[in-house]
Every structure is written in structure tokens, then in C-alpha cells.
């Protein structure tokens, strides 16, 4: 699972226009300023190859990232980013979910949850529509350092919440890793479970 080499490929604004090769490739998804983009940076141990912000809605693009030469990392915009104009609101699910419904060599998607906040709504919507459609995910907790939180609950516990909706919707539950991008929490055990599912 080690990662010798990465390159940026291309951003594709719509599904059809995503390299077409038949290597192996893993959606980053999830809702705008949840980590995808410094989630990838972490798994290749590059500081800005997807570039990331504080506020939401930078990555608006679907962008190939080719690990090793052999296998690809998706970085996709983000959902759920209520001042993003309607347009490109519309423009989401039609490419995204372009995307997802022709893409053979897809692995797995990457479903990436905050788990500094509760439960949301559109993370359980956007699993179960995956699971509805038949495409394998693995849940990725994002921000699981962030231990100090004024009110509301730890990490661990929202984590526990959100599987406890989850497990109604699914009968055998997806994988599940608790990462942090700031701290290298999960990343191994990440690039592991990644290289499992390509080799199956
Ligand atoms: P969009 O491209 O807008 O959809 O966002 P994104 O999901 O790519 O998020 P991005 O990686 O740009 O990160 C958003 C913010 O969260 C940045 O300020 C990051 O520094 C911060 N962040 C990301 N991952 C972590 C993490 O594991 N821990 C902490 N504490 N902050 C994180
Ligand atoms: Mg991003």
C-alpha cells in the first residue's frame, strides 16, 4: 500500500469527459469543508496536490489524481453547500451522479463524515442512495482530532450516533475508518484497506 508516486491528471467538469482507461479508481466524497481535499493531500503526503480552504465549495471539479501509475484517487466538489448558486447545485447531482452510475472501474467511494458534528441528514441521504444503487462504500470519519469541542458530543460518539442510523438502512454495515488529516490518524490503515479492495 505504499505510495511511491502521484500525479495530477486532469479536472473534468462532466462524467464523460473523466479519463477513460481501466485502472482501478476511488471517489472522494462528501458534504463541502468535510476534508476530501486534505484527505488526499494526507494519503500521498503532498501539502497542496488537491488544493483545500476553510471555506467551503473550493473543489468544483472532478480531479484525477493517479497513484503509482496504476490506480486513481477522485477528489469531487463537495454537497450541501447552502450559498453555492443554484446552478451549480443542479449541476452536482447531474454530474456526480452521472458519474457514479457509468463508472465500472470504480472501487469504492470514499464517504467522508465530520465526525466533530452530529448526524446530517444529507450524509445519510447521500449513503443510502449509494447503498440503493448498489455502490460499495466505505465510511471515512474526517477531523477525529478535534477532541476539544465546547458543547455537543466527542467524535467517537457521533460516530456511534451516525452508524446507529446507518445500520437500519444496511444489512451488512460498510467499512468504517476513523481518520485526521492534521494528525496522520487512519491514514495507514486507510492506504491498507484501499489496496484489499483493489486486489480482490
Ligand atoms: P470542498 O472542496 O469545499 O468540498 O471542501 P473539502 O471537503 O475538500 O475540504 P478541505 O480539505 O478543503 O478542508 C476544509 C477545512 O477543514 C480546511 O480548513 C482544513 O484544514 C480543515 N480540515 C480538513 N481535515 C481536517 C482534519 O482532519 N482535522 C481538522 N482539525 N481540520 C481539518
Ligand atoms: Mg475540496
Same mark, same amino acid.
Given at each position: 500500500? @505504499?505510495?511511491k508516486?502521484?500525479?495530477f ?10 479519463p ?25 503526503r %503532498? %501539502? ?10 473550493k473543489?468544483q471539479?472532478?480531479? @484525477?489524481? *493517479? ?44 464517504l ?14 447521500c449513503?443510502?442512495? *449509494?447503498?440503493?444503487n448498489?455502490?460499495p ?9 478535534k ?13 456511534r450516533?451516525?452508524?446507529? *442510523? ?6 451488512? @454495515?460498510?467499512p468504517?475508518i ?5 494528525t496522520?490518524?487512519?491514514?495507514d490503515?486507510?492506504?491498507? @484497506?484501499?489496496?484489499q479492495?483493489?486486489?480482490?
Amino acid at each position: 500500500s @505504499h505510495i511511491k508516486d502521484v500525479q495530477f491528471v486532469k479536472s473534468s467538469a462532466r462524467a464523460r469527459d473523466c479519463p477513460k482507461d481501466n485502472r482501478p479508481e476511488f471517489a472522494v466524497l462528501g458534504r463541502s469543508n468535510v476534508g476530501k481535499s486534505s484527505l488526499i493531500n494526507s494519503l500521498v503526503r %503532498k %501539502k497542496e496536490i488537491a488544493l483545500t480552504s476553510k471555506k467551503p465549495g473550493k473543489t468544483q471539479l472532478i480531479n @484525477h489524481f *493517479l497513484v503509482n501509475k496504476s490506480w486513481y484517487l477522485v477528489d469531487l466538489p463537495g454537497y450541501g453547500f447552502a450559498k453555492a448558486p443554484e446552478a451549480a447545485k443542479t449541476d452536482w447531482s447531474s454530474f456526480t451522479k452521472g458519474y457514479f452510475l457509468n463508472k465500472s472501474t470504480l472501487v469504492a467511494v470514499l464517504l467522508l463524515i465530520d465526525a466533530s458534528v452530529p448526524p446530517q441528514k444529507i450524509d445519510l441521504d447521500c449513503a443510502n442512495w *449509494l447503498g440503493r444503487n448498489n455502490i460499495p462504500i466505505t465510511f471515512v470519519f474526517t477531523k477525529c482530532d478535534k477532541m476539544k469541542v465546547a458543547k455537543g458530543k466527542r467524535p467517537d460518539e457521533n460516530i456511534r450516533d451516525f452508524q446507529e *442510523l446507518i445500520r437500519q438502512n444496511y444489512k451488512q @454495515h460498510p467499512p468504517w475508518i476513523m481518520t485526521s488529516s492534521a494528525t496522520g490518524m487512519g491514514r495507514d490503515e486507510l492506504l491498507l @484497506h484501499m489496496s484489499q479492495l483493489r486486489n480482490y
